[in-house]
């Protein structure tokens, strides 16, 4: 079996599109969007108990030193996936052209050809941990238990692989039952369990080491769901043996997409990492809660990205350049809009958020802020990387890694500067969140120009009608705040979400924006 082209060449036109294939790929975004989205009001339904329990039981300390160990833990596990989350997807378009019984063999061997790699990738990985815990742990442990973690790192990648294999059947259910329900539910109902059981167990250590232990058992739980279904699709492989030269090759092929998705993740954790090392636990703690609540707008980039990486490829293989820009501006705009209302409707009433995990936490209200901007600042950057990492991959990582490199000096220098004016800790979470929000901007502009280069047309996500819609809903949420902080919550954010949603609905989308909300287009 050979491998393409380790990078395709600019594409010099586009090819003409057939409005019959366009439309099916566009219906497929559109249901898979849906798919997904309900599986991210289901992840926002089964975080909010994990971060209630964590900040009320655990403290604000052992949150800080979890979230420092958990950086490492999810960055080398996405590492050792390979990037399959979308390389497989090309290695299955490209490597099995034909049907049948013969090519459903061949996928098979060749998703087992990169669980191989990554269980490999991931053995010498937490080996490096194991030998040097102080890396993972720059603020202590917990409890001796903590060092388990890196058992997580072969199961996260792993769960990334098949759920990329599924993906390619547009199977996104699989994905949203692993991370949308399986993995929060079960990290949340172990963390309580792990609280409670030395009452009964006689085992003091499982209480300090409750989160580390909760976190492996979610990860396992989700890898188990993601199997199921994929031995119910692919099956065992029939006649699969190590090719050492092979995966030579698609380890090498796959550094750039690694390095990508690595760096696209980093910038979400170094900030992290760096406050573990010049800033208390508890401003890690603070940093790591508003960043798990600012996180849930940007798990919607994903409610499209399984499904995105294979129609892209399909696209590409036909060189149908236009209808990957008209693909790229309709998911980008999607993705905007619904990560700016639920960027207001958490950020507007951001202190009563934070307080529902702990009084203490309320002073993260100004990190959560930077971090909801920041996510509606990177909707563009994700949409263009998710064609750039097909057809510039190196232009792309380059990118990526200035993008972080750019973050890491600006949070260094931001928390110097509040050190040297004397300001508290929470400020030092600010301006770390800060710091994400202007890298994350620049990598946005300089990624969709370069997209726009080279598919030779317009890639923009960018609408007026954001404004128009957000501007009445910073209204209504700002008159929510006078009123009890319960009643803020209760009834603040369902307005604004209605508010904005009304507007972008009248005023911003067009029938093809209307296709996300329709089951049976055409029917």
Same mark, same amino acid.
């Given at each position: 079996?050979?491998?393409?082209?380790?990078?395709?060449?600019?594409?010099?036109?586009?090819?003409?599109?057939?409005?019959g294939?366009?439309?099916?790929?566009?219906?497929?975004?559109?249901k898979?969007g @849906?798919?997904?989205?309900?599986?991210?009001?289901?992840?926002?339904v089964?975080?909010l108990?994990?971060?209630?329990?964590?900040?009320?039981?655990?403290?604000?300390?052992?949150?800080?030193?979890?979230a420092?160990?958990?950086?490492l833990?999810?960055?080398l596990?996405?590492v050792?996936?390979?990037?399959?989350?979308?390389?497989?997807?090309?290695?299955?378009?490209?490597?099995?052209?034909?049907?049948?019984?013969?090519?459903?063999?061949?996928?098979?061997?060749l998703?087992?050809?990169?669980?191989?790699?990554?269980?490999?990738?991931? *053995?010498?990985?937490?080996?490096?941990?194991?030998?040097?815990?102080?890396?993972?742990?720059?603020?202590?442990?917990?409890?001796e238990?903590d060092?388990?973690?890196?058992?997580?790192?072969? *199961?996260?990648a792993?769960?990334?692989?098949?759920?990329?294999?599924?993906?390619?059947k547009?199977?996104?259910a699989?994905?949203? @039952?692993?991370?949308?329900?399986?993995? +929060?539910?079960?990290?949340?109902?172990?963390?309580?369990?792990?609280f409670?059981l030395p009452l009964?167990?006689?085992?003091?250590?499982? @209480?300090?080491?409750?989160?580390?232990?909760?976190?492996?058992?979610?990860?396992?739980a989700a890898?188990?769901?993601?199997?199921?279904?994929?031995?119910?699709?692919?099956?065992?492989?029939?006649g699969w043996?190590? @090719?050492?030269?092979y995966m030579?090759?698609?380890?090498?092929?796959?550094?750039?997409?690694?390095?990508?998705?690595?760096?696209?993740?980093?910038t979400?954790?170094?900030?992290?990492?760096?406050?573990?090392?010049?800033?208390? +636990?508890?401003?890690?703690?603070?940093?790591?809660m508003?960043q798990?609540?600012?996180?849930?707008?940007?798990k919607?980039?994903?409610s499209?990205?399984?499904?995105?990486?294979?129609?892209?490829?399909?696209?590409?293989k036909?060189?149908?350049?236009?209808?990957?820009?008209?693909?790229?501006?309709?998911?980008?705009?999607? !993705?905007?809009?619904?990560?700016?209302? !639920?960027?207001?409707?958490?950020?507007?009433?951001?202190?009563?958020?934070?307080?529902?995990?702990?009084?203490?936490?309320?002073?993260g209200?100004?990190?959560l *802020?930077?971090?909801?901007?920041?996510?509606?600042a990177?909707?563009?950057?994700?949409?263009?990387e998710?064609?750039?990492?097909?057809?510039?991959?190196?232009?792309?990582?380059?990118?990526?890694?200035?993008?972080?490199?750019?973050q890491?000096?600006?949070?260094?220098?931001?928390?110097?500067?509040?050190?040297?004016l004397?300001?508290?800790? +929470?400020?030092k979470?600010?301006?770390?969140?800060?710091?994400?929000? !202007?890298?994350l901007?620049c990598?946005?502009?300089?990624?969709?120009?370069l997209?726009?280069?080279?598919?030779?047309?317009?890639?923009?996500?960018?609408?007026?009608?954001?404004?128009w819609?957000a501007?009445?809903?910073?209204v209504?949420?700002?008159?929510?705040?006078?009123?009890?902080?319960?009643?803020?919550?209760?009834?603040?954010?369902?307005?604004?979400l209605?508010?904005?949603?009304?507007?972008?609905w009248?005023?911003?989308?067009?029938?093809?924006?209307?296709?996300?909300?329709?089951?049976?287009?055409?029917g």
């Open positions: 079996m050979s491998l393409p082209p380790v990078s395709s060449p600019p594409p010099a036109s586009g090819a003409a599109s057939t409005p294939d366009d439309n099916a790929d566009m219906q497929a975004l559109a898979g @849906r798919t997904n989205f309900f599986g991210f009001i289901l992840r926002l089964a975080r108990p994990f971060l209630f329990i964590a900040g009320r039981l655990y403290g604000i300390d052992a949150v800080g030193r979890f420092s160990a958990l950086v833990i999810e960055i596990g996405l050792c996936s390979l990037g399959e989350k979308r390389g497989l997807a090309q290695r299955l378009t490209e490597g099995t052209d034909d049907e049948g019984p013969e090519a459903e063999r061949a996928k098979v061997n998703v087992f050809d990169g669980m191989l790699i990554a269980l490999i990738l991931s *053995a010498f990985a937490g080996l490096f941990l194991w030998l040097f815990p102080v890396v993972m742990f720059p603020n202590g442990m917990n409890s238990y060092i388990w973690l890196i058992a997580a790192i072969p *199961a996260f792993l769960t990334e692989i098949l759920l990329a294999a599924q993906a390619y547009y199977d996104i699989t994905t949203v @039952r692993a991370r949308a329900v399986v993995e +929060p539910w079960t990290i949340s109902i172990m963390a309580g369990v792990f409670y009964y167990s006689g085992i003091p250590e499982f @209480r300090e080491a409750g989160l580390a232990l909760a976190f492996i058992c979610s990860i396992y890898l188990l769901t993601a199997a199921w279904s994929f031995l119910r699709s692919y099956g065992l492989p029939s043996r190590p @090719r050492p030269r030579w090759k698609v380890t090498a092929r796959a550094l750039p997409l690694m390095g990508a998705d690595a760096v696209e993740w980093g979400r954790r170094v900030d992290i990492f760096i406050l573990g090392f010049f800033a208390s +636990p508890a401003a890690v703690a603070v940093y790591y508003a798990q609540i600012a996180s849930l707008p940007q919607l980039k994903t499209f990205e399984p499904v995105l990486g294979p129609v892209i490829t399909k696209n590409l036909s060189k149908n350049y236009a209808a990957i820009a008209a693909q790229v501006r309709q998911v980008g705009f999607w !993705i905007i809009a619904a990560q700016a209302a !639920i960027a207001l409707a958490l950020g507007v009433p951001g202190e009563g958020v934070m307080g529902l995990i702990g009084p203490q936490y309320v002073g209200t100004g990190a *802020a930077f971090l909801l901007a920041a996510e509606v990177a909707a563009m950057a994700v949409v263009s998710s064609v750039l990492v097909y057809i510039a991959r190196k232009r792309n990582l380059l990118i990526s890694v200035c993008t972080i490199a750019l890491a000096a600006l949070t260094i220098g931001i928390i110097k500067g509040v050190e040297h004397g300001f508290s800790e +929470p400020f979470a600010a301006g770390a969140a800060l710091a994400l929000l !202007i890298a901007g990598a946005s502009l300089v990624k969709a120009l997209l726009k280069k080279l598919l030779k047309a317009p890639v923009s996500n960018w609408r007026w009608a954001l404004v819609a501007a009445p809903a910073v209504v949420g700002t008159a929510a705040t006078w009123l009890p902080e319960w009643a803020e919550l209760l009834f603040g954010i369902p307005a604004i209605l508010t904005f949603g009304w507007v972008i009248r005023r911003g989308f067009g029938e093809e924006d209307r296709l996300l909300f329709r089951k049976n287009v055409g």
